[in-house]
């Protein structure tokens, strides 16, 4: 895992240092560059973070005959395409997995990277064709911002390279509206208007001489539902024991240590679990503990590492430790991101590479196996969606006069169109009211992922969120938080063969009764006893609740005090500033919002104060 970085844009050598420095955290191993063509015209840079064949001849950019290659991320795969080239003449030099694809980018053409099983973001220089090729693995594991404006193109791992020395950006009032929703910028935008995202799934090509710059899709969800598995239950089970005892073992290669993210709960669990039995190697399991009384979980992670006899490493976090990185979140989240779970995903992170170069985690788990406790608080609400809508405004209206908030959330939530806008609302907040913006935050292409008719609501939801919150949150959250402590992490469960695999599952092995991600649990219960899991399912999450009230409450205050409030776009200053008293008396809990503005106010003062907002 690395940074990956080019141009066309005529840039000093040492304008392209301080771009590739701004990132150098990424990759620390190895930084260099090359101005490439007849013309030297073309730039490719790169920060290596040595996983595989850590020799420096595997160094990047690397050439392979005609072919110049900038190459983040890891192709598990890569073996099993190297024999298959080496059958057909092709000859290597190294034994990483970059050689292997340029090399395949020769035999196969662009349809390529469909034969690649990997976490990805690469483009390649082919010399003879004067063109530019890239891809983004199919779950958008790996992140690729780029600039293109019909003549310069420049593209990167983070958008702070990109970024500096760019004197042509604005901020983007339409991404700070969607950010303020999701807490995240969507693909294909980015917080400035000038820098897009290439969505996950997805290859380009540009040619040098006309600039024709054209994306194409190669990997998709199985929106119509057509590839259903036929098997029994039973048949499953085995099927996705197989699957993922693989994905464990494929992630496990490398030629430095590698050790398992362990939150004690089912999805790292099994991941756990599955390692230990695919090296004969000791497991390394890392878990984070907390001080503040309901947010240690870290004795359950315990259990687990006990039961699998893992060399198991907890990771105590404080207040002054969690301060430091939300001082300097900014820095390495150099986009607007409001999961607050990114600080304790730091906080691993930065502990965990004392140790390994390498982590597995468990996400995905929820998205493909109906995991989220929302999925089923969706299932109870679709049954009051059954009832004819004026029946349900009736009983809002009543529901809406008693003086309770939560009671009012409820009655607004029975008077949406359809169940459908019941889940966005949920994802967004019932109440924004404090929204000032002109722009439809629900207006992406995404959407057609939950609102058609080939699936059920449980299946459609973990569709759209398969394809919304796993790329825009999740895996921005964990990119960013190892990446800032050259960590590289690994999830089996976004193997694309086990996402198809459950997708093609009947909903009941996933999710039947209460029982959520019940073909996941049963495979982990063969490996590990079930009592240990007999508790309420836990998110990642740090007390910032509390923190803010207390420890943070000046910084608080300070940062999002009325006056500066009105210096953030597209919220109503009255209306925040409301809430935000709310939450200090304990009335109610508003750090999610607290947490979003300030993350925002910090992106404006840090990144964003010399541009316009547009």
Not at 108 to 120: A, R
Not at 144 to 149: A, E, L, P
Not at 251 to 266: E, I, K, N
Not at 555 to 575: F, H, Q, R, T
Request: net charge positive; hydrophobic share 35%.
């Amino acid at each position: 895992m690395c940074g990956i970085y080019g141009s066309t844009i005529a840039y000093s050598k040492e304008q392209v240092q301080q771009k590739l420095m701004r990132t150098s955290f990424r990759g620390p191993d190895k930084l260099d560059y090359k101005y490439l063509g007849k013309d030297k015209d073309i730039i490719l840079g790169h920060n290596r973070l040595a996983i595989i064949d850590i020799d420096a001849r595997s160094n990047q950019p690397l050439t392979y005959q005609h072919i110049h290659i900038v190459f983040n991320g890891e192709i598990y795969n890569f073996l099993e395409i190297k024999k298959e080239l080496n059958k057909k003449g092709h000859e290597f030099k190294t034994t990483s997995d970059t050689e292997v694809i340029c090399a395949a980018y020769l035999e196969y053409g662009d349809d390529f990277v469909s034969k690649l099983n990997g976490m990805f973001a690469f483009v390649i220089y082919d010399e003879k064709k004067q063109r530019l090729f890239g891809a983004r693995d199919r779950l958008g594991q790996k992140p690729f911002y780029y600039f293109f404006n019909g003549k310069d193109f420049e593209f990167a791992s983070q958008i702070s390279s990109i970024q500096l020395h760019n004197n042509n950006l604005s901020i983007s009032s339409k991404s700070i509206s969607y950010y303020l929703a999701w807490g995240a910028v969507p693909d294909p935008y980015s917080i400035f208007n000038e820098i897009n995202k290439l969505k996950a799934g997805y290859t380009f090509s540009l040619d040098l001489n006309s600039k024709e710059f054209i994306k194409k899709q190669y990997w998709d969800i199985d929106i119509h539902g057509n590839n259903k598995f036929e098997g029994t239950y039973n048949d499953a089970k085995g099927i996705l024991n197989d699957l993922l005892k693989d994905a464990v073992k494929v992630r496990l290669f490398a030629d430095v240590p590698v050790g398992v993210f362990l939150s004690g709960g089912v999805d790292s669990s099994v991941i756990a679990a599955l390692a230990t039995q695919t090296t004969s190697s000791k497991i390394k399991t890392f878990s984070v503990k907390f001080d503040e009384k309901g947010f240690d979980e870290s004795k359950y992670a315990q259990q687990v590492a006990d039961h699998l006899k893992t060399d198991h490493h907890i990771i105590n976090c404080n207040y002054s430790e969690g301060l430091d990185l939300i001082e300097n979140f900014s820095h390495y989240y150099d986009e607007p991101f409001a999961d607050s779970s990114a600080i304790p995903s730091m906080l691993l992170a930065k502990h965990t590479r004392k140790h390994v170069t390498v982590a597995l985690s468990g996400d995905a788990g929820d998205e493909s196996f109906i995991g989220y406790q929302r999925y089923n608080w969706m299932k109870q609400v679709g049954i009051m969606y059954k009832i004819p809508g004026f029946i349900r405004n009736i009983s809002a209206n009543a529901i809406g006069m008693m003086p309770y908030y939560k009671l009012k959330m409820i009655a607004q939530g029975l008077k949406y169109n359809n169940i459908e806008d019941v889940y966005l609302a949920a994802m967004t907040g019932v109440d924004t009211s404090w929204l000032d913006s002109k722009y439809d935050y629900l207006d992406f292409e995404e959407m057609k992922y939950l609102k058609h008719n080939h699936k059920n609501l449980q299946e459609r939801i973990s569709d759209f969120d398969l394809k919304t919150y796993l790329n825009w949150d999740i895996n921005t959250k964990v990119d960013r938080a190892t990446m800032a402590y050259s960590l590289e992490a690994r999830a089996p469960l976004m193997d694309y063969r086990v996402v198809e695999f459950a997708r093609s599952l009947p909903t009941n092995f996933k999710f039947q009764a209460n029982n959520q991600k019940r073909i996941l649990k049963d495979v982990l219960y063969q490996h590990v006893p079930k009592h240990i899991f007999n508790r309420p399912k836990a998110g990642f999450t740090m007390p910032f609740s509390e923190w803010f009230k207390k420890e943070l409450k000046d910084y608080v205050l300070s940062e999002l005090n009325e006056e500066s409030l009105k210096d953030i776009p597209n919220i109503n200053a009255k209306e925040v500033s409301f809430r935000i008293k709310q939450h200090m008396n304990g009335s109610w809990n508003r750090y999610p919002l607290i947490w979003k503005l300030l993350v925002l106010k910090q992106w404006l003062n840090t990144n964003g104060k010399q541009y316009s907002i547009r």
